[in-house]
């Protein structure tokens, strides 16, 4: 037996997964069209690279990765392209982005693929390369482009960490994915391993889950992986968390703002795995996800759904219930509300609920926090929430950073416990937002200062350069008229005394920058550092949510009555 | 639908049911004395209840406040109960309204209400009265059964509200000294503590029939702790301190200072340890912070109790400690997730 390690705190919500897992995944059928967002992933958007009009094949190339960190978006199935626009897109804060719009044409029609019998051949650089023509991304909710996290030197990571755990409640995606797809999700997992020179895969799932569990173990021994192992977790919220999930396999910390690579240790999902080994095996983009639909429908369950199917349409192939009044994407401790029903399903989604009053019900107005504790005791990350919420409330900003805001994961679980019914959750998202916006408009006030400053020098420069320049031209005037009979190289090299001058000036120019960059750094806030790409795209993201978030604090203030 | 930002459920716990089972676990406790010392409990803790939610309401009205929400949080019912189980019971009625009154508005509403009083407002209430009605906080009763006479509950309603005795029968015939007091004034005539501890009002513990109500005040918090209500850090830190200086000092002079167990089951050791001390509003929140807070209300209550000039070191005790809070709680943030020794 291998020994487990705890972390602190965590929940045991109820977990409503079995309305879910007792039928098989099912083919959800080809919907009326497909509206596919160009930025389902972390990093910077595709660029569309279709028109309209045009007609795509299943699994072409429509939106082409951009930068370093971006990814692909394909065609999910054959069609053509109606529009190229901005869309509501399945993000709470309801603010349209790119999207390309396919109308299927019930073909289905395979773009020509050439699946690879020995991946083992490949370079790493052509594996990674495949991985993010292919649009494979981080299912597990963070959508982090694979290729960017499948890089490693020799002998630097022991640990390669599948995350199987599905902590959510309702969600069972990833349950039924192993239970029916196991032996592809560890071929998927052999090609991380060796892209990463990970000695050993450890595959969390959490022990509410024996189907899946043997399901593994049995592809394991059929695979005769090497040191790979399937480890049960205790079930319990949020253990399906990346750095949770780490501590309890490994017993590594990873502290915020720290890569878990640096420790030896990498983690993706399990459905990362398998499209890691759909897009190298069999030469498949990511296309489709595998979504649990739940909530109040007559039939709960897993569906294999193309990216872009429109949630209303899924929703309706599980015999909806009446009463639903809205879908939230993601389980019910993380998950957000989508700003319409018809948005289209994302790599992102992997579980849509739908959401009735009887499911969820209003929560009790807010009272004062009584200092109970009681969430600090479920903190996964050993926080304080009591403080934060205070701090943030009070926007305090400075303090809450004392009291380590930025490690706080947004889990819910203090929001789940408070017997003071405050949406905890809420305020540090409010106070992060805050402070990322505070610290965005600092920056672009360096920035400009540091234009302007350079400005300012460009003009004296040039003031002084021109001064120069005619000093130099009197005096050379003077000398050619004085040496003119002699040689007329004279006149050339007295010509030139402007040349040192301008050097001396570049170097003062340089001296500036720097000292603004110094000055700059000195006033910065900490934090801006150590943003992961992950969290630039969040700021983007929060700021949307921040008026909402306001308008609830509102409220909370207004029911406690004394702030 | 809920609201509008995960998580969308929560745990269906409130402030009012944590409160609830506080006040539960008072009932043991509540019982012991009634059988001890006869109804008359009752009735101050009913006026200290009645008081405590019209008080509570009526400044939640002046402040323009919602008054259901907090009115049902059973937090006022709480500190009534807390505040009336420290003064005699014989007591007039109109110190028990004023005790309350001054707990409830003071102490919790003007610093902020629910969630924001620095002090434990039952103890603020409590001092009050000592200070200025000290005479009238030593009426405590006789336990049945030790009295000359006894009164019977209508006359003991009497004397409540009315101040008016059975024809015959002085206060201090029904009366006594608590025995903390009462041991204080001994040592102070020179008695040595086996001779005092003889005195009838003695039991096998500490004060007879007032060690069963300590038992019962126990049993109650083991119910708290069981329940997973409160912590134990507080009360076993506060009880092993108290434990621990007693027996030093017992064992250094046995003829001047009582046994350990006779301080636990003393005055309000109990009641203080599981249920005042452990206020969440008053109390740090940090697990090391609360072992010290209740390691020092122990020293505090213990020095007042053996050299101080009040019989009992409870309420000043935790008064003293409720302002170090903030202070402790700042120096003992523990380390977060992967922040710890030992690693980067
Ligand atoms: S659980 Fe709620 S009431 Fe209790 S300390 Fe935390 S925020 Fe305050
Ligand atoms: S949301 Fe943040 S503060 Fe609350 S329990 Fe999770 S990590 Fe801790």
Same mark, same amino acid.
């Given at each position: 037996?291998?020994?487990?390690?705890?972390?602190?705190?965590?929940?045991?919500?109820?977990?409503?997964?079995?309305?879910?897992?007792?039928?098989?995944?099912?083919?959800?059928?080809?919907?009326?069209?497909?509206?596919?967002?160009?930025?389902?992933?972390?990093?910077?958007?595709?660029?569309?690279?279709?028109?309209?009009?045009?007609?795509?094949?299943?699994?072409?190339?429509?939106?082409?990765?951009?930068?370093?960190?971006?990814?692909?978006?394909?065609?999910?199935?054959?069609?053509?392209?109606?529009?190229? =626009?901005?869309?509501?897109?399945?993000?709470?804060?309801?603010?349209?982005?790119?999207?390309?719009?396919?109308?299927?044409?019930?073909?289905?029609?395979?773009?020509?693929?050439?699946?690879?019998?020995?991946?083992?051949?490949?370079?790493?650089?052509?594996?990674?390369?495949?991985?993010?023509?292919?649009?494979?991304? $981080?299912?597990?909710?963070?959508?982090?482009?694979?290729?960017?996290?499948?890089?490693?030197?020799?002998?630097?990571?022991?640990?390669?960490?599948?995350?199987?755990?599905?902590?959510?409640?309702?969600?069972?995606?990833? =349950?039924?994915?192993?239970?029916?797809?196991?032996?592809?999700?560890?071929?998927?997992? !052999?090609?991380?391993?060796?892209?990463?020179?990970?000695?050993?895969?450890?595959?969390?799932?959490?022990?509410?889950?024996?189907?899946?569990?043997?399901?593994?173990?049995?592809? #394991?021994?059929?695979?005769?992986?090497?040191?790979?192992?399937?480890?049960?977790?205790?079930?319990?919220?949020?253990?399906?968390?990346?750095?949770?999930?780490?501590? #309890?396999?490994?017993?590594?910390?990873?502290?915020?703002?720290?890569?878990?690579?640096?420790?030896?240790?990498?983690?993706?999902?399990?459905?990362?795995?398998?499209?890691?080994?759909?897009?190298?095996?069999?030469?498949?983009?990511?296309?489709?996800?595998?979504?649990?639909?739940?909530?109040?429908?007559?039939?709960?369950?897993?569906?294999?759904?193309?990216?872009?199917?429109?949630?209303?349409?899924?929703?309706?192939?599980?015999?909806?219930?009446?009463?639903?009044?809205?879908?939230?994407?993601?389980?019910?401790?993380?998950?957000?509300?989508?700003?319409?029903?018809?948005?289209?399903?994302?790599?992102?989604?992997?579980?849509?609920?739908?959401?009735?009053?009887?499911?969820?019900?209003?929560?009790?107005?807010?009272?004062?926090?009584?200092?109970?504790?009681?969430?600090?005791?479920?903190?996964?990350?050993?926080?304080?929430?009591?403080?934060?919420?205070?701090?943030?409330?009070?926007?305090?900003?400075?303090?809450?950073?004392?009291?380590?805001?930025? =490690?706080?994961?947004?889990?819910?679980?203090?929001?789940?416990?408070?017997?003071?019914?405050?949406?905890?959750?809420?305020?540090?998202?409010?106070?992060?937002?805050?402070?990322?916006?505070?610290?965005?408009?600092?920056?672009?006030?360096?920035?400009?200062?540091?234009?302007?400053?350079?400005?300012?020098?460009?003009?004296?420069?040039?003031?002084?350069?021109?001064?120069?320049?005619?000093?130099?031209?009197?005096?050379?005037?003077?000398?050619?008229?004085?040496?003119?009979?002699?040689?007329?190289?004279?006149?050339?090299?007295?010509?030139?005394?402007?040349?040192?001058?301008?050097?001396?000036?570049?170097?003062?120019?340089?001296?500036?920058?720097?000292?603004?960059?110094? !000055?700059?750094?000195?006033?910065?806030?900490?934090?801006?550092?150590?943003?992961?790409? !992950?969290?630039?795209?969040?700021?983007?993201?929060?700021?949307?949510?921040?008026?909402?978030?306001?308008?609830?604090?509102?409220?909370?203030?207004?029911?406690? $009555?004394?702030? | 639908?809920?609201?509008?930002?995960?998580?969308?459920?929560?745990?269906?716990?409130?402030?009012?049911?944590?409160?609830?089972?506080?006040?539960?676990?008072?009932?043991?406790?509540?019982?012991?004395?009634?059988?001890?010392?006869?109804?008359?409990?009752?009735?101050?803790?009913?006026?200290?209840?009645?008081?405590?939610?019209?008080?509570?309401?009526?400044?939640?009205?002046?402040?323009?406040?919602?008054?259901?929400?907090?009115?049902?949080?059973?937090?006022?019912?709480?500190?009534?109960?807390?505040?009336?189980?420290?003064?005699?019971?014989?007591?007039?009625?109109?110190?028990?309204?004023?005790?309350?009154?001054?707990?409830?508005?003071?102490?919790?509403?003007?610093?902020?209400?629910?969630?924001?009083?620095?002090?434990?407002?039952?103890?603020?209430?409590?001092?009050?009265?000592?200070?200025?009605?000290?005479?009238?906080?030593?009426?405590?009763?006789?336990?049945?059964?030790?009295?000359?006479?006894?009164?019977?509950?209508?006359?003991?309603?009497?004397?409540?509200?009315?101040?008016?005795?059975?024809?015959?029968?002085?206060?201090?015939?029904?009366?006594?000294?608590?025995?903390?007091?009462?041991?204080?004034?001994?040592?102070?005539?020179?008695?040595?503590?086996?001779?005092?501890?003889?005195?009838?009002?003695?039991?096998?513990?500490?004060?007879?029939?007032?060690?069963?109500?300590?038992?019962?005040?126990?049993?109650?918090?083991?119910?708290?702790?069981?329940?997973?209500?409160?912590?134990?850090?507080?009360?076993?830190?506060?009880?092993?301190?108290?434990?621990?200086?007693?027996?030093?000092?017992?064992?250094?002079?046995?003829?001047?200072?009582?046994?350990?167990?006779?301080?636990?089951?003393?005055?309000?050791?109990?009641?203080?340890?599981?249920?005042?001390?452990?206020?969440?509003?008053?109390?740090?929140?940090?697990?090391?912070?609360?072992?010290?807070?209740?390691?020092?209300?122990?020293?505090?209550?213990?020095?007042?109790?053996?050299?101080?000039?009040?019989?009992?070191?409870?309420?000043?005790?935790?008064?003293?400690?409720?302002?170090?809070?903030?202070?402790?709680?700042?120096?003992?943030?523990?380390?977060?997730?992967?922040?710890?020794?030992?690693?980067?």
């Amino acid at each position: 037996m291998r020994t487990l390690y705890q972390f602190h705190g965590g929940i045991h919500p109820p977990t409503n997964k079995t309305q879910s897992n007792h039928t098989p995944i099912k083919q959800a059928s080809l919907p009326s069209k497909l509206v596919i967002p160009l930025h389902q992933h972390v990093g910077s958007s595709a660029k569309p690279i279709v028109e309209a009009g045009q007609r795509v094949l299943k699994g072409e190339l429509i939106g082409a990765p951009d930068g370093h960190l971006s990814s692909a978006v394909h065609a999910p199935t054959s069609g053509t392209i109606s529009a190229i =626009d901005m869309q509501i897109v399945a993000h709470p804060s309801g603010i349209p982005d790119l999207c390309i719009t396919l109308i299927p044409d019930g073909l289905d029609e395979w773009i020509h693929r050439e699946p690879c019998d020995d991946w083992c051949a490949l370079s790493h650089t052509e594996l990674r390369h495949r991985l993010r023509q292919a649009g494979v991304v $981080g299912l597990g909710g963070a959508v982090f482009p694979s290729d960017v996290k499948l890089y490693s030197h020799k002998h630097k990571i022991k640990t390669l960490v599948l995350n199987g755990a599905e902590c959510e409640p309702y969600i069972t995606c990833d =349950d039924l994915l192993m239970r029916e797809r196991a032996t592809e999700i560890l071929q998927g997992a !052999q090609i991380m391993r060796a892209l990463l020179y990970a000695e050993e895969v450890l595959i969390g799932i959490e022990d509410n889950k024996p189907e899946a569990i043997a399901a593994m173990r049995a592809a #394991v021994t059929e695979g005769c992986h090497e040191r790979m192992e399937v480890v049960a977790v205790p079930t319990i919220y949020p253990g399906g968390g990346a750095k949770q999930l780490i501590r #309890v396999l490994t017993g590594i910390e990873v502290a915020a703002g720290v890569r878990s690579t640096n420790l030896g240790v990498q983690c993706f999902n399990v459905a990362t795995a398998y499209s890691a080994w759909r897009a190298i095996g069999h030469s498949e983009p990511l296309i489709s996800r595998i979504v649990t639909i739940t909530g109040n429908v007559g039939h709960p369950q897993n569906f294999e759904a193309l990216i872009g199917t429109p949630m209303d349409e899924l929703v309706a192939q599980a015999q909806p219930l009446p009463g639903t009044t809205g879908y939230i994407m993601g389980g019910p401790m993380m998950g957000v509300l989508m700003p319409s029903m018809q948005v289209g399903v994302i790599k992102a989604t992997n579980c849509i609920i739908a959401a009735a009053k009887n499911l969820f019900p209003a929560p009790a107005p807010a009272l004062p926090c009584i200092r109970c504790t009681r969430c600090a005791e479920v903190c996964p990350s050993e926080l304080q929430p009591q403080e934060l919420y205070w701090f943030s409330k009070a926007k305090n900003l400075d303090k809450a950073e004392d009291y380590h805001l930025f =490690d706080c994961i947004e889990c819910g679980a203090c929001s789940y416990v408070c017997p003071s019914n405050i949406p905890l959750v809420q305020y540090y998202r409010f106070a992060k937002s805050e402070i990322w916006a505070q610290e965005a408009s600092q920056k672009a006030a360096d920035a400009a200062r540091e234009r302007h400053e350079f400005r300012e020098s460009r003009i004296e420069r040039e003031k002084r350069e021109k001064a120069e320049k005619l000093a130099a031209k009197e005096k050379a005037a003077i000398e050619a008229r004085a040496l003119r009979a002699e040689t007329p190289q004279a006149v050339v090299s007295s010509a030139r005394p402007d040349a040192d001058p301008e050097n001396t000036m570049q170097l003062k120019i340089q001296l500036a920058i720097d000292h603004a960059k110094e !000055q700059a750094a000195a006033i910065k806030p900490k934090n801006t550092e150590q943003l992961t790409p !992950q969290q630039l795209a969040e700021i983007a993201d929060i700021e949307a949510r921040r008026a909402r978030v306001r308008e609830i604090a509102k409220d909370v203030t207004h029911i406690d $009555g004394h702030s | 639908m809920s609201g509008f930002f995960s998580p969308f459920i929560t745990k269906p716990v409130s402030v009012s049911q944590i409160m609830l089972h506080v006040l539960l676990a008072l009932i043991p406790g509540i019982a012991l004395y009634v059988w001890f010392f006869g109804p008359a409990i009752l009735v101050s803790l009913t006026l200290a209840s009645i008081t405590a939610l019209g008080v509570e309401a009526l400044m939640l009205k002046i402040q323009n406040k919602q008054i259901a929400p907090t009115l049902k949080d059973n937090t006022a019912l709480l500190t009534a109960w807390l505040l009336a189980l420290s003064i005699p019971p014989l007591a007039p009625w109109w110190l028990v309204v004023v005790g309350t009154a001054f707990a409830i508005s003071i102490s919790k509403h003007l610093y902020g209400g629910l969630g924001n009083n620095p002090f434990n407002p039952a103890m603020i209430g409590y001092a009050v009265l000592i200070i200025s009605f000290p005479v009238h906080m030593t009426h405590w009763l006789t336990p049945h059964g030790l009295g000359d006479v006894s009164l019977s509950f209508l006359e003991q309603l009497n004397y409540i509200f009315q101040g008016v005795l059975p024809d015959g029968i002085k206060l201090d015939a029904i009366t006594m000294a608590t025995p903390l007091d009462t041991l204080k004034t001994q040592l102070h005539l020179n008695g040595h503590v086996q001779e005092i501890l003889d005195m009838p009002i003695y039991g096998r513990l500490a004060g007879q029939g007032s060690e069963w109500v300590a038992a019962g005040f126990l049993l109650g918090g083991v119910y708290l702790i069981a329940q997973r209500i409160i912590s134990w850090h507080i009360p076993l830190a506060y009880l092993g301190t108290l434990f621990a200086v007693a027996g030093l000092f017992h064992l250094i002079d046995p003829a001047h200072y009582v046994t350990p167990v006779f301080h636990l089951f003393s005055g309000a050791a109990m009641l203080g340890a599981f249920f005042i001390l452990t206020d969440p509003v008053t109390s740090p929140t940090t697990p090391r912070g609360r072992l010290i807070f209740a390691a020092s209300a122990a020293l505090l209550t213990y020095l007042i109790r053996a050299f101080g000039g009040f019989p009992d070191g409870m309420a000043f005790a935790t008064l003293l400690m409720n302002i170090c809070v903030p202070l402790i709680d700042a120096y003992t943030q523990p380390k977060v997730f992967g922040k710890k020794k030992g690693q980067s």
